[in-house]
């Protein structure tokens, strides 16, 4: 039996942690699968992995970015020396270990989940090793990032990155300054399907996601203060934590909407899909996103989705039939999008048989048969 190992950081919450757990219990139906992780979070690992797929860390540490910002932030002199200097620490046993592995890696396949493996599978796997990296990050158009990562890719014999639009951009790119490694895509798959889709076209909304700048959460909170403004009868469900959480919690207490917006942190994934079949309408406010999984999986329960244009993963989900990409990042676009929506049911009902007919091209089954025909191939 083919072995294939997936490195990864961590194993919490994420996009790229959620694809990659997606991936390992598509392989583990034919393959022997370990996926590598660097650190072991406290919180590892809030997606559901096949009882086959097996679990390797390469040690106990964790990330202390919060820790060293917060010492910055206080003007703590000797947290901020000893932070940093456990930050260095584990700059260079998250790089050593991995290469460690990398060299004693007996697999047939390893696939690298980041930029920052690609370089050292390139150069550290065993001869006859296949090495295939993937791409979950969008360049916005940043010249810098493109450079790294294209010089990331020497001995790399597959890229696969997390978008149509990425690999057709790739694959120009490569073909001026690498030859040897081929573009592939396959899409994301759902881990399932719901079995029931109770969607009810409502004044309900959600959005899942990290609590950061990029996500443009405090966005959304100017956006439903508008929408309130024209009816009082919406409400706003967010999952998700991050370093903005604070700014939020502010900005909601400002504007007096605490009872209008709940912010429900990080939650499973039973407790998020509960809230979207009670839910009707899905909004992403992102300043970018390199592909946007989570508005499949509301798709999947019928739930139209609004997202701004600058979120360019988004173009290849949201076609204007299952939903609006929002020109401009305008709020007043994305409110009077929101209204028309959710207070006419026949166009409510019909974007959602839309929505279904979406998510249904990225079901487990479809995309595995994909993933274990490309393997078996190479």
């Given amino acids: 039996m083919k072995k294939v190992s997936i490195l990864v950081l961590h194993l919490g919450f994420g996009g790229v942690e959620q694809a990659v757990s997606n991936l390992a219990n598509m392989l583990v139906k034919k393959y022997d699968v370990e996926i590598v992780s660097v650190y072991k979070l406290d919180n590892d690992c809030p997606f559901k992995l096949n009882s086959k797929v097996k679990i390797k860390y390469l040690s106990n540490y964790q990330p202390n970015k919060k820790e060293f910002k917060d010492?910055?932030?206080?003007?703590?002199?000797?947290?901020?020396?000893?932070?940093?200097?456990?930050?260095?620490?584990?700059?260079?046993?998250?790089?050593?270990?991995?290469?460690?592995?990398?060299?004693?890696?007996?697999?047939?396949?390893?696939?690298?989940?980041?930029?920052?493996?690609?370089?050292?599978?390139?150069?550290?796997?065993?001869?006859?090793?296949?090495?295939?990296?993937?791409?979950?990050?969008?360049?916005?158009?940043?010249?810098?990032?493109?450079?790294s990562l294209v010089k990331s890719l020497n001995n790399i014999d597959y890229l696969m990155p997390v978008s149509k639009e990425l690999t057709d951009n790739y694959s120009t790119i490569l073909n001026n300054y690498n030859k040897h490694t081929k573009v592939i895509y396959i899409k994301h798959a759902l881990e399932s399907l719901p079995a029931k889709i109770n969607h009810k076209n409502n004044k309900r909304l959600i959005s899942v996601g990290r609590l950061s700048p990029e996500k443009g959460y405090l966005d959304l909170i100017e956006i439903f203060k508008l929408l309130y403004k024209k009816d009082n009868e919406y409400t706003l469900d967010i999952f998700g934590d991050g370093n903005e959480l604070n700014k939020i919690k502010e900005k909601i207490s400002q504007y007096h909407l605490e009872h209008a917006i709940i912010l429900h942190g990080f939650q499973k994934k039973d407790v998020i899909n509960k809230c979207l079949e009670d839910s009707g309408l899905y909004i992403m406010t992102s300043y970018e996103e390199s592909f946007g999984l989570v508005l499949i999986e509301a798709m999947a329960y019928g739930i139209p989705c609004l997202a701004f244009s600058s979120a360019q993963g988004a173009h290849e989900i949201i076609n204007g039939k299952n939903g609006y990409l929002i020109e401009d990042r305008s709020f007043n676009k994305m409110v009077d999008s929101i209204i028309d929506i959710t207070t006419n049911d026949a166009f409510a009902k019909k974007m959602s048989m839309e929505a279904i007919k979406t998510s249904k091209g990225h079901a487990f089954n479809l995309i595995q048969k994909e993933w274990l025909n490309f393997i078996d191939k190479i």
Wanted: aromatic residues 8%; contains cysteine.
């Fill in 71 to 147: 010492a910055l932030k206080n003007i703590n002199v000797l947290k901020i020396i000893k932070e940093g200097i456990r930050a260095v620490k584990i700059l260079f046993l998250r790089k050593s270990l991995m290469k460690k592995y990398i060299k004693n890696c007996n697999s047939d396949i390893i696939i690298s989940s980041r930029i920052l493996f690609h370089s050292l599978v390139g150069k550290y796997s065993k001869p006859g090793t296949i090495k295939i990296a993937q791409e979950h990050r969008h360049h916005n158009n940043h010249y810098g990032y493109v450079s």
